[in-house]
């Protein structure tokens, strides 16, 4: 079996790239990519606009801004989904095996009633605030932006109970064995 080499005897480059899968990106990922997307498009306008025609459109700052929170809370139950979270699992490896998996049960429940909690409470600010609040430049009520925040808190609870699931039904979670990924199902 020959080994392929990347540069030749004759110098010349050969790489091949790996076949891109898409096929396990989960929903919220696409809608990450569009918003992105969006995101980029609008500050590509902004800087046309600012830049070339040296006339600024005032919309696109505050609009760039709100598709920026987006991004970033529907995103985030990206990394829940793939379990990416910081953690600190020094301690896992000097405690008895049977504390480690129960405080890494602690952990999934805790972090599944965070997510809850914060879709409850921003569920309550929506209905505090109501449509009368307006965003600043452009004629929209606040709820839009809130309501992105929403969608990304109650997708990464979503998330947290597959993972949570999957810890369960394993038998260990990535705090206890973190050479493992959550693809190593």
């Known amino acids: 079996m020959t080994e392929e ?10 790489a091949q790239d790996e076949a891109v899968d898409l096929s396990d990106t989960i929903a ?5 990519l569009a918003i992105f997307w969006a995101l980029g498009l609008t500050v590509f306008y902004q800087f046309v606009t600012r830049y070339v025609m040296n006339d600024s459109a005032a919309w696109t700052e505050e609009v760039a801004r709100y598709m920026l929170i987006g ?11 793939k379990n990416n979270q910081i953690q600190v699992d020094f ?9 480690g998996r129960w405080l890494s049960r602690a952990v999934d429940v805790l972090r599944i009633a ?7 409470m921003t569920v309550q600010m929506m209905l505090k605030i109501g449509s009368n609040t307006r965003m600043t430049i452009v004629d929209a009520p606040m709820n839009i932006v809130y309501a992105l925040c929403l969608f990304g808190f109650v997708a990464m609870t979503w998330r947290s109970v597959q993972v949570a699931r999957i810890h369960w039904r394993r038998g260990y979670s ?4 973190p050479e493992t990924t959550m693809a190593d199902r």
Do not use: C, N, Q, S
Request: hydrophobic share 65%; net charge negative; glycine share 8%.
């Open 174 to 177: 990535v705090l206890e064995r």
């Open 5 to 14: 080499k990347i540069i030749d005897d004759e110098g010349h480059f050969h």
């Open 91 to 99: 301690f896992y490896r000097h405690m008895p095996a049977a504390m």
């Open 28 to 32: 919220e990922g696409w809608i990450a």
């Open 114 to 120: 965070f997510f809850v909690a914060a879709a409850v």
């Open 71 to 81: 991004l970033v809370f529907i995103g985030a139950a990206i990394g829940v989904a």
